[in-house]
């Protein structure tokens, strides 16, 4: 509600005057308290983000609410080491998902490769294949860690215009691995 | 609601088409009203059902949107609207668009014929509980429609699955329901509700021993043919991604979502008016009740407590009972509740020539019932007192910081929980 209050009421858009602060607040507020993540995980952080949803954490009293296809899933969780094959599989998930859609960075391997930098199979960070919002440090992160994670990307989405938002813009990262240049399984 | 159009037409002086307009705009008022009202508990469903899940598995469950998550709902479906409404390029765009509504209609246009109330009822057909059945019926067709149209072999297998598990469930359903048709003597809902009573002993469930068995084998083929855990195969997101509804998003998902809840209000509130006495007040007569608007009203929120209890237990059922097999669930319908239904058929048949309707022995057969419904709760009741005083209430989380010596303890872990729920109290001596 904040966020609302923080912009004018009345705001000039391309075709003019129109007033939608108050109405992207309540919105906003509606969907920060329902974002639901994809049922998906590459490695061991994956073991986290199940805690996360189990009695400790309960990630659940925020509304986050896990679905186990990416077309109900507002956000997908880079959950362990993404490998180069793995990266197209990453890329199409995020496609698959509507929009609007957001993507949480768990633990070293998916923000810089991490432990497994120098491997030849591995991608140098899940910011190179999908446009990440939040990096969550940890090796892995704990449940609370992830929480706090989620808990940020809740102020994102309460900040956001989402009525003046021109969807689409967010240029995607170049396609590490283009079609035709798949290696055969 | 007709003579309410006449006086209405006849103090504004409308003509014929006057006439007509004021009900149409009646009907379409009514319809809204009922879309509303089954909308309303389909979502404040959701919320139960996560809540009572929470507190299944010691967890607290949604807090943040409004009083005890009350709201977290409304924060769900404005979600889904805003959500973009994916068509996949393979896919049968407009049978994909459609199949929702089909679900969604299958569902609401039910709650049509439920008598929430002596006079809280949109239309009582004479054909009441028929009409019931053979509507709820379209959501297999949304659903093979889903299955099919989305193009993909997770929704075709779970839309199969969930047609062919609809269809035979329906069978035990409407045996269990012909056993109550049989002792009122007519298909209208409020008839079967009138041909009850208030008080236990006078409900149809506790009728005889049949009508006992009649009423689980509907609840049983009534929670199946609404895809509820441990019935749920067509969601079974283990082998299925997401079933029949893995391809769509935002609201067409929220519309399957939406129906599967509003079914859950639906079995039960059927559950009610056919075997629980519907809107009866105990020591009342319908004639008195429809005098008093007191009456009415304590008369829907009997309805209303019965109907909830009985959704209570569905949700229940789903964080209790573990997935059957798709072999095992088609055995369950026509091995076991297939023949019992028949054999409850039989049976009520029997009796309804042997007794006579108001007998001392009709008296004593629903008396005896009764005790052995009462039994029955009375030993559940017990077993599970039994189990959480033996066990504990919630699982302790700090297990791994209650060592002997305030350290890590793997034998700590191994113990009973009862042994936790001691040691909170600081009784255990170690």
Redesign the interface.
């Known amino acids: 509600m904040s966020a609302a209050g923080d912009r004018p009421i009345i705001e000039a858009g391309p075709e003019g005057g129109f007033a939608l602060g108050p109405l992207d607040g309540l ?1 906003n ?3 920060k ?2 974002l639901w993540y994809l ?1 998906f995980g590459t490695a061991c952080c994956a073991i986290e983000l199940m805690q996360t949803g ?3 954490a ?1 990630a ?4 986050f ?1 896990f ?3 990416p ?2 899933a ?1 956000v997908l969780i880079l959950a362990g080491t993404i490998t180069y094959r793995m990266a197209s599989r990453i890329r199409r998930l995020h496609e ?1 998902m ?3 859609r957001y993507v949480i960075a768990m633990g070293s391997c998916a923000n810089t490769g991490g432990l497994f930098q120098g491997s030849y199979s591995v991608v140098k960070g899940g910011d190179l294949i999908v446009p990440v919002d939040v990096y969550i440090p940890g090796c892995p992160p704990r449940p609370e860690a992830l929480l706090e994670g989620l808990m940020l990307l809740q102020q994102k989405v309460e900040r956001e215009p ?1 009525l003046r938002k021109i ?1 689409g813009e967010l240029p995607l990262p170049a396609d590490p691995w283009p079609a035709g240049k798949e290696c055969k399984e | 609601m007709e003579s309410l159009v006449q006086h209405l037409s006849a103090r504004w002086s409308l003509g014929p088409w006057g006439q007509e307009l004021l009900a149409a705009a009646a009907i379409l008022l009514v319809a809204a009203l009922v879309f509303v009202v089954a909308l309303t508990y389909a979502g404040i469903i959701t919320w139960v059902e996560r809540r009572v899940a929470g507190r299944t598995q010691s967890r607290v469950g949604p807090n943040r949107v409004g009083p005890f998550g009350f709201l977290q709902w409304l924060a769900d479906g404005a979600k889904m609207i805003l959500k973009e409404d994916v068509i996949p390029a393979q896919a049968d765009g407009p049978m994909f668009r459609l199949a929702p509504y089909a679900c969604m209609l299958g569902v609401f246009t039910a709650f049509v014929s439920v008598p929430f109330g002596q006079l809280l009822i949109a239309a009582d057909l004479n054909v009441g509980i028929l009409f019931l059945l053979a509507i709820t019926s379209l959501v297999v067709v949304g659903v093979l429609m889903a299955g099919w149209a989305s193009n993909n072999k997770w929704s075709l297998l779970g839309g199969v699955r969930s047609a062919a598990q609809i269809v035979s469930y329906e069978l035990p359903a409407g045996l269990a329901v012909l056993v109550v048709v049989l002792g009122a003597g007519s298909l209208s809902m409020q008839d079967i509700v009138r041909a009850q009573g208030g008080a236990p002993w006078n409900w149809f469930v506790f009728r005889d021993p049949f009508c006992l068995v009649a009423f689980f084998l509907y609840f049983t083929a009534a929670v199946a043919e609404g895809n509820r855990t441990p019935f749920d195969l067509p969601e079974a997101e283990s082998e299925l991604v997401a079933g029949y509804n893995t391809e769509y998003s935002g609201i067409r998902f929220g519309g399957f979502f939406l129906g599967e809840f509003a079914n859950i209000y639906l079995l039960s509130a059927i559950a009610t008016s056919l075997f629980l006495g519907g809107w009866q007040v105990p020591g009342v007569s319908p004639a008195e009740q429809a005098g008093s608007v007191w009456l009415q009203l304590l008369g829907f929120a009997i309805f209303f407590a019965k109907a909830w209890a009985l959704v209570f237990v569905v949700v229940w059922l789903r964080w209790t009972l573990p997935r059957l097999r798709v072999d095992q669930l088609m055995g369950l319908c026509y091995r076991y509740l297939i023949p019992l239904a028949f054999a409850c058929l039989l049976g009520t048949s029997l009796l309804l020539l042997a007794v006579v309707p108001g007998s001392a022995l009709d008296l004593g057969l629903r008396l005896g019932t009764t005790g052995l419904g009462a039994l029955g709760g009375a030993l559940f009741a017990w077993r599970v007192a039994h189990h959480i005083r033996r066990a504990g209430d919630r699982v302790s989380l700090d297990v791994l910081q209650r060592g002997a010596r305030g350290a890590f303890d793997p034998a700590w872990q191994t113990r009973r929980y009862g042994a936790f729920r001691k040691a909170a109290r600081g009784q255990e001596e170690r």
Do not use: K
Request: proline share 11%.
């Open positions: 919105l507020l509606a969907r308290h329902s049922l189990g009695p400790r309960d659940d009293r925020f509304g609410l679905r186990p296809t077309r109900q507002d698959q509507a929009e609007p989402y969807r």
